[in-house]
């Protein structure tokens, strides 16, 4: 049973660019969260979704940052017009009760 | 909101010592206290949790106590060994309420010295 998924595992993008980070859930899971960690930080809960429904966007970015999970396919976080401070680790879980955290996508902003 | 705190921020213990983390809550409707270990790149993966409905839970070296009262819940670890070493996180989440979030202590980062 393959666990959470994330891909890339490492994304290097320039000030303006757009990012997109993916993630599948394990099999049979239908909750999605998504957590940012800056380096030396603990994890800072962005957005929970289930299929094709936000649950709660309360942590995420007003501006720039947008999340969705389809009915196929993987969850994405975007972000648009990437600067410097967006440059952490970002992690999705999965799960009801217990999350299960994938492993994560290194994003740099130059 | 909830808040968790936790401490210390740093430990370091000898090989085959115990260690213990404490974290505090504030959201009394908080009811799953999941604990996680981070090793430096890598994922947070849960090592044991505790529902508020239950005092102490235990697994070979590792045990959580809670505390509802005082809103109070620790990670104990017996027998260090070099591999304990990493960040450990403590965690709350008021599970069945309107947030499905987990609100994350800042870390602990254990040593542990062979």
């Known amino acids: 049973n393959a666990g959470v998924m994330q891909n890339p595992r490492h994304l290097v993008r320039r000030r303006g660019q757009e990012a997109r980070l993916r993630c599948s859930p394990m099999k049979g899971h239908s909750h999605v969260y998504w957590y940012r960690q800056l380096p030396e930080e603990g994890l800072k809960f962005m957005v929970y979704?289930?299929?094709?429904?936000?649950?709660?966007e309360s942590g995420m970015p007003k501006e720039r940052f947008s999340a969705e999970f389809p009915k196929e396919g993987p969850s994405i976080l975007r972000i648009q017009q990437v600067v410097r401070g967006d440059s952490a680790a970002y992690f999705c879980?999965?799960?009801?009760?217990?999350?299960?955290f994938g492993p994560g996508t290194r994003l740099l902003v130059l | 909101g909830e808040n968790v705190e936790q401490h210390p921020s740093t430990l370091s213990v000898q090989e085959g010592d115990s260690a213990v983390i404490k974290c505090t809550y504030s959201?009394?409707?908080?009811?799953?206290f999941p604990w996680y270990k981070q090793e430096l790149g890598k994922r947070p993966q849960l090592i044991i949790d505790?529902?508020?409905?239950?005092g102490e839970k235990k697994d070979q070296r590792i045990a959580v106590t809670l505390n509802k009262t005082a809103k109070h819940f620790s990670l104990h670890i017996t027998e260090t060994q070099p591999e304990d070493s990493a960040v450990y996180f403590c965690a709350a989440r008021n599970y069945g309420g309107s947030q499905g979030n987990l609100i994350f202590g800042k870390g602990t980062k254990l040593s542990v010295k062979p």
């Open positions: 505790i529902r508020s409905n239950v």
């Open positions: 979704l289930q299929k094709e429904n936000i649950i709660d």
């Open positions: 879980a999965s799960g009801e009760e217990t999350q299960y």
């Open positions: 959201d009394s409707a908080s009811n799953y």
